[in-house]
Each structure stands twice: as C-alpha cells, then as structure tokens.
C-alpha cells in the first residue's frame, strides 16, 4: 500500500521570498517521487522526480527537493518565487511492487503575492 | 514532439446520459493512464494500459465506466449512465514503460459536467 499526504492545502508567499511545499509519503517498496505542476486550464507537468539516485534533485524553473527516507519527506523547495509560479502542485509516490501504480496527493495551492 | 492530445475538452450531460472520451498518446509511448480529477482533490487512477492490455483497473467503477486500447495506441474511456458524483476532469496520460521509475505526460484534460 502507499499514499502521500501534503501538509499544507494552502501557501501563500511574497514574491522573491522563498517556496516550501511538503509532502510525506508512505510506501511498501522503495518509491519513486514526483512532483507536478497544474497551471488553470493546462494539463500536468513534471518538475521533477527522485527514483534513488541523488537525494536531492533539481527540477525546471528553479525548484528541487530533497528525499529523506528517515523523515519519509520529499518537500518541494524554491529560493525565490515568481509570480508564474502561482499554481496547483502535487506531489506522488509510485511504487515498483504494482507496476509503478501513481498515488497523487491532494494538492497544494500556491499563492504569490507581489 | 507533439503531446498527448484529448477530446473534447469540455462536455455537458444529464445523469443517465452515455458519454465517451478520447486519448491519443504521444508516439511509441507504450502505457496509457486514465485519471479522474475531483474538483479538491488530487488524479485518481481508474485504469491503466501497457500497449493494449490492462494492467490495473482495481479504482475502475466497472458497472458504468468502461476504457479500451485498440491496436495499443488510441484509447477511448467511456461513462454509462452517468451519474452526478462522474463530474470532473478526466484526465490521460502515457509513459514510454510502466514501472515506478517513468514518467508520466498528461493531456489538458476532458471537464464533465452531470446535471
């Protein structure tokens, strides 16, 4: 069995402050983690993903997290928002032992302010 | 290269009403996903294809939902009858290979609205 939970459904920040997004996961097999980004009206985008190799990773436009399987966290971070980065992120876990099956937490909404 | 494509990008029933929806994903992608998106909540997984085999339909409310992949490429899912609890953002998705470590490309999105 696996799920996610993100802690926050709501985060708002000023813009060029810094973005932290969390997210913990359980999992039966060692995960894979993701982290997708929704803008209104546009489909899902990867900004990046952890699949055992480093355990922090980078992604596009800035953004990167960190694995911590004692904490089994995988919170999403930014130095410095911008206002285009206002949108829904999610983050998922998909585990090897069920042909990579994706659970997708609820999302959280990030608000930037100028 | 060109993305996974959707249709429609809107559609407006009545309960007990039949609908259907289509996917093509991207090219050579051989798994093909289709995720129903509540309005609050995150994609849920309601049946995912490698080329044109099931390989999990476990979330898939089977007495009214129903999803094929002919020739593994395009793959249309389809709600009859339709009830109100069906309206959200149905949503596909394809990878190159199943498996945890692949990621996943996703179409806009069909929104369904039961009245």
């Known amino acids: 069995a696996q799920s996610v939970t993100q802690l926050d459904s709501h985060v708002s920040v000023s813009e060029g402050t810094p973005v932290l997004l969390r997210c913990n996961y359980s999992?039966?097999?060692?995960?894979?983690l993701f982290w997708y980004v929704q803008h209104p009206n546009k489909g899902l985008q990867l900004l990046l993903k952890?699949?055992?190799?480093?355990?922090l990773v980078k992604g596009i436009n800035g953004f990167e997290a960190e694995f911590k399987k004692s904490e089994t966290s995988f919170h999403l971070t930014k130095p410095s928002a911008h206002m285009s980065d206002a949108a829904e992120y999610f983050c998922?876990?998909?585990?090897?032992?069920?042909?990579?099956?994706?659970?997708f937490g609820d999302g959280t909404t990030l608000t930037v302010k100028p | 290269e060109a993305g996974v494509a959707q249709s429609p990008r809107y559609k407006i029933i009545e309960k007990r009403q039949s609908v259907a929806f289509w996917c093509n994903p991207i090219?050579?992608?051989?798994?093909l996903y289709w995720y129903q998106q509540i309005l609050g909540q995150g994609p849920k997984l309601l049946i995912q294809?490698?080329?044109?085999?099931?390989?999990?339909d476990s979330q898939l409310p089977k007495d009214r939902f129903s999803a094929e992949r002919l020739k593994g490429v395009d793959s249309t899912l389809k709600i009859q009858p339709a009830k109100l609890e069906d309206s959200a953002v149905y949503l596909c998705?394809?990878?190159?290979?199943?498996?945890?470590?692949?990621?996943?490309?996703f179409g806009p999105g069909t929104r369904l609205t039961v009245l």
């Open positions: 998705a394809s990878s190159i290979l199943a498996g945890a470590y692949n990621s996943q490309y």
């Open positions: 952890y699949t055992s190799a480093a355990t």
């Open positions: 090219s050579g992608h051989a798994t």
């Open positions: 998922v876990v998909s585990g090897s032992g069920n042909a990579g099956k994706s659970t």
């Open positions: 294809f490698q080329n044109n085999g099931v390989v999990d």
């Open positions: 999992s039966s097999y060692s995960p894979s």
